[in-house]
């Protein structure tokens, strides 16, 4: 009965499903606990069993999350929850089911027959710089002076070379970057713009797309891929679970 009381319902997303259906032994936690649905009128919320417990955002845990939502998107439109949402019991998964019924109709009937497609575009390293140096003239210039005076005595000039090659790298950024939502956002819904992690990093995106224009925003990622195939390397990341554009808070 100890085991019991701690024993709670992990939440990974919500679906609409009007019988109980289960995606293999997939929970997160590495117990091998299976994965089905609670339901509730139509709409189902995907669980597990697992302890009442806070868990560490690692990498394993959150992978885990992530995949379990990913098999569940195989056959069905999927709103994830929050990392971390565990609720008491099925009675307790029932009345959230309940209490948030019409925001969870309308979110899904939005989200249906659509997939997130996620975009990262990075500047080569060997080229971007040749290429601005190429580029940027007084740049070009400043840097051979530089280069026939003693090291000792162009410490500040070569700091001011510095900034002028970041500055001339975010113009570029802005260019490419551009161009490319430009092309593609007409094909989406809507667009959510990242942080980008990395300085040669000119886009991180996510777009979200409808299923019949995936093929059409395939073919325009391949364009942009052969356009700029010289300097820029894209990264293409797709139909994952709308995680930029549905993650639900649920209080549990």
């Known amino acids: 009965m100890e085991e019991a009381a701690i024993e709670g319902k992990y939440i990974y997303c919500i679906i609409a499903v009007k019988v109980k259906k289960t995606f293999g032994k997939i929970g997160i936690g ?146 490419y970057k551009k161009d490319t939502l430009n092309t593609l956002s007409a094909l989406a819904v809507e667009v959510k713009i990242n942080n980008s992690y990395y300085e040669l990093m000119i886009i991180n995106a996510a777009f979200l797309v409808e299923k019949y224009k995936e093929a059409e925003f395939d073919q325009k990622v391949n364009e942009l891929g052969a356009k700029y195939s010289s300097n820029i390397k894209f990264k293409y990341i797709g139909k994952v679970p709308p995680f930029n554009f549905v993650n639900l808070v649920i209080e549990t």
């Open 30 to 175: 590495c117990r091998g606990d299976e994965l089905y649905s609670i339901c509730f009128n139509g709409i189902a919320a995907v669980v597990s069993n697992s302890p009442i417990i806070r868990y560490r955002v690692s990498r394993e845990n959150t992978l885990a999350h992530e995949k379990a939502i990913e098999e569940v998107m195989k056959k069905h439109t999927v709103l994830p929850v929050r990392f971390n949402t565990i609720a008491e019991d099925e009675e307790k998964v029932k009345k959230i089911l309940e209490k948030e019924y019409s925001k969870f109709k309308d979110l899904l009937n939005s989200m249906k027959d659509k997939k997130e497609i996620g975009l990262k575009a990075i500047f080569k390293e060997d080229v971007i710089y040749k290429d601005i140096l190429e580029k940027y003239k007084e740049i070009r210039i400043l840097k051979e002076k530089v280069a026939a005076l003693p090291s000792e005595k162009t410490y500040f000039k070569r700091a001011e070379i510095g900034e002028m090659v970041e500055a001339a790298l975010q113009r570029e950024k802005e260019i």
